[in-house]
């Protein structure tokens, strides 16, 4: 059979091979084997106890101590000053399904497979918690797991499990349920604070003679944002101005692909946001008081720690599973490579690995969390794993890293508006490639222009830049594996229409740098 025809059926996906890509063998980089290992010790590290703390949509800047108005975060600002803020940190993913799948494997979403927030996680798959337990650590699951279309049932690696079907609620109500060790028990109350409370039941609880870890997963701060009743009203203010990528000068809005363009006026654009007349600056103040209730629960588990003299000791991880857009680019949601989407706040601290008010500038991601917490366990990570210890940054140390990371988003039948992206983010540029779609190549210098409004891929002077940039992205899917776009059959509710709005019924012009010039 040909190549280019082969068909590989992976987990309910059809995974179609591209031109470049050839059949992977059982020892392909990135291949898991299905049994757990017992991870080798790292000589003379001692064995930490381990928080980590997942938000949902929380952008990088909406912390308080980076000076975005009207968010107040003083339990996020609290880690930044015992511990290190990493200021380059992204999703590989910016989709909740697969992001956290990058988590909980350390690989690439066309590595692990949960390319999206329907598809099935793949027979066989290790998360990395199975071998903490392994080492004899004790684990815990709380919140949000949203991954494969879970019921909200256990999941391997965790001894204690609390979480729920798919996105869950913030509020109580008929028929709302928690799944608490394999037992469905009726929602309480508001939905950050009971996870918390479940968090701290098991912490009081645990076996004080065995290390510990403790993976919160909030589904706070995801739409349609609810705050909890004490935080509703706290943050109103004078209007904030809309960002400044929302509206483009012409000539720099002529270099913007079509599909961006067309997309304002649709379920994820910023006029008409999910088909309303939703006021964006009013669904950021909610989005911001809702953050609070995630910024108490931080605060409630670091209180603990101290009381119990953990403090010092515990390396504490927040993040966030993606960015948010409000208004950048004429866009909200995620899915996209621009930064407002890729990019998420991460912060850390165990003082007594590393200071405190320390600034990380290095490019880390979701895909460094797996090893960094099996190394902060003593143990050695698993060579498939693709990220990196992040802990060895904090404490300054001169290490190997890398200078630029791949991207990958691919496009859902449930929301067709943003098409396959892949994009290679260094330390001063991105390049991003837009498959399966008639339109534009985009190329960013983001020291000069940190808002992505001036395109420079067509630019005769970066021409050489944006073909180097491409052939390093296309080498590094090659190396991981990633030469393959997963399909998917019609399978789920469309969000596909726009509204029928006088001046922006009509598609994006077609883009002059793909009009070619008459010959003579």
């Known amino acids: 059979m ?10 309910g996906l ?12 059982a020892s392909a980089p990135g291949r898991q084997t299905s049994a757990v290992q017992t991870l080798p010790s790292i000589p003379g590290a001692k064995p930490r106890n381990v928080v980590f703390i997942l938000s949902d949509d929380h952008r990088y800047d909406a912390m308080g101590f980076m000076g975005t108005p009207i968010v107040k975060t003083p339990n996020m600002d609290r880690i930044a000053e015992s511990g290190v803020h990493l200021r380059n940190a992204f999703v590989t993913t910016a989709l909740c399904s697969p992001s956290r799948a990058t988590i909980l494997t350390g690989q690439y979403a066309h590595q692990h497979h949960v390319v999206d927030n329907n598809s099935p996680v793949p027979a066989g798959t290790t998360y990395f918690p199975q071998y903490l337990q392994k080492a004899g650590y004790q684990t815990a699951f709380v919140g949000k797991w949203h991954m494969g279309r879970d019921d909200g049932g256990p999941q391997p690696g965790f001894d204690h499990w609390v979480s729920f079907a798919g996105q869950g609620n ?10 608490v060790d394999g037992k469905r028990v009726p929602q309480k109350g ?10 701290m039941q098991w912490l009081r609880a645990r076996d004080r003679s065995k290390p510990f870890f403790l993976y919160l ?7 349609d944002f609810i705050p909890a009743d004490r935080h509703k009203g ?8 809309p960002p400044k990528s929302q509206v483009f000068p012409p000539e720099q809005e002529a270099q913007r692909p079509r599909w961006v363009r067309d997309q304002r006026n649709s379920w994820h654009g910023v006029d008409y946001p999910y088909n309303t007349r939703l006021d964006i600056t009013e669904y950021y103040e909610r989005y911001a008081e809702t953050l609070r209730g995630v910024d108490d629960s931080i605060g409630t588990v670091l209180d603990y720690l101290k009381s119990q003299g953990l403090l010092d000791s515990t390396l504490v991880i927040y993040m966030g599973d993606n960015g948010f857009a409000f208004g950048e680019h004429g866009l909200i949601d995620k899915r996209t490579a621009y930064e407002e989407s890729m990019r998420v706040p991460m912060i850390m601290q165990c003082p007594d690995l590393f200071k405190g008010r320390g600034v990380v500038n290095n490019i880390v991601a979701n895909l460094d969390i797996a090893p960094t917490i099996l190394s902060a366990a003593g143990l050695q990570p698993p060579a498939y794993m693709e990220g990196g210890n992040i802990v060895a940054l904090a404490r300054g140390e001169t290490v190997p890293w890398r200078r630029e990371l791949l991207y990958e988003y691919y496009w859902e039948r449930n929301y067709p508006m943003t098409p396959t992206v892949f994009s290679l ?9 837009y498959y399966g779609v008639w339109d534009l190549d985009e190329l960013f210098d983001l020291t000069a222009d940190p808002a992505e409004m001036n395109n420079l891929a067509y630019t005769p002077q970066f021409s050489e830049l944006a073909k180097t940039m491409s052939g390093r992205m296309f080498d590094l899917l090659t190396r991981t594996g990633g030469m393959a776009i997963p399909l998917a059959s019609d399978q789920f509710q469309l969000s596909n229409g726009r509204l029928p709005v006088p001046g922006v019924e009509k598609a994006a012009p077609f883009p002059p740098p793909l009009v070619l010039k008459p010959e003579r």
């Open 217 to 223: 997963s909030h589904k706070g701060v995801h739409s």
């Open 190 to 199: 508001y939905i950050t604070d009971e996870l918390t409370d479940y968090a």
């Open 170 to 179: 913030y509020l109580p109500g008929a028929g709302r349920e928690l799944n």
């Open 234 to 241: 706290t943050l109103s203010s004078p209007r904030l101005q």
């Open 425 to 433: 983010r260094d330390e001063r540029y991105k390049f991003i490639r």
């Open 2 to 11: 040909d190549r280019l025809t082969r068909i590989v059926v992976t987990t």
């Open 14 to 25: 059809l995974w179609l091979p591209t031109a470049l890509a050839v059949a992977q063998p």
